[in-house]
C-alpha cells in the first residue's frame, strides 16, 4: 500500500508541528533580545487578563462558593486570607469561567508529612468530582504558612 504526495507531505507537517510542541524552550533574561521578548509576553498577558477581566461579569456564577479553614489552628483569619485572595486571583477565575467551573468550596488542607521527606505529602486535592478543593497551605510544623509569592500561587517546594 502507498500513500499520496499530498497524504505525506501532510503526515510530514503533522510530525513537524508535534516536534515543535514538544521543544523545550530556554528564556533568555539576560540578553537585551531576552529581557525585550520576556517583557512582550507580560504585556500580552496583562492585556489578556484585563480583557478577559473586562468582558466577564464581576457576579459570574463560576468560582467558589465558600471558604473554609481549619478550625482550632493559630491564625485562621491568615488562612481564610490566602484561600480567599487565591479564589480570587484573576487568573484563576478566568480559568473557572472559561471552562464554566462551579466549586461548592476552597478549603484548607490539613499537613500531614514532610513536603519533599515523605512518602505521602499531598499539597492539594480535588473531592467528590469537584465540590470540594483542599489546598496545603501551612507548612509542615503548623507554625506558619506556606510562602505565596504577590502575583503568584504558591510553591509546591518547601
Request: glycine share 8%; with cysteine; proline share 4%.
Amino acid at each position: 500500500m502507498g500513500v499520496s504526495q499530498a497524504e505525506s507531505a501532510n503526515m510530514e507537517q503533522e510530525y513537524r508541528e508535534s516536534v515543535r510542541k514538544n521543544t523545550i524552550v530556554v528564556r533568555d533574561d539576560l540578553t537585551e533580545e531576552g529581557r525585550q521578548k520576556m517583557k512582550e509576553r507580560q504585556q500580552l498577558g496583562r492585556k489578556l487578563m484585563n480583557k478577559a477581566n473586562i468582558s466577564k461579569s464581576s457576579s459570574s456564577a463560576y468560582g467558589f462558593g465558600r471558604i473554609e479553614t481549619l478550625p482550632n489552628l493559630p491564625d485562621e483569619a491568615k488562612a481564610c486570607e490566602i484561600l480567599s485572595t487565591l479564589a480570587n486571583d484573576p487568573g484563576i477565575k478566568a480559568c473557572m469561567e472559561k471552562h464554566e467551573w462551579q466549586v461548592g468550596s476552597l478549603c484548607e488542607l490539613y499537613p500531614e508529612g514532610k513536603v519533599g521527606k515523605s512518602e505521602v505529602c499531598v499539597m492539594g486535592l480535588n473531592r467528590n468530582k469537584g465540590q470540594q478543593i483542599l489546598l496545603r497551605t501551612r507548612t509542615d510544623d503548623l507554625k506558619g504558612f506556606r510562602k505565596m509569592p504577590r502575583g503568584s500561587l504558591p510553591r509546591t517546594r518547601p
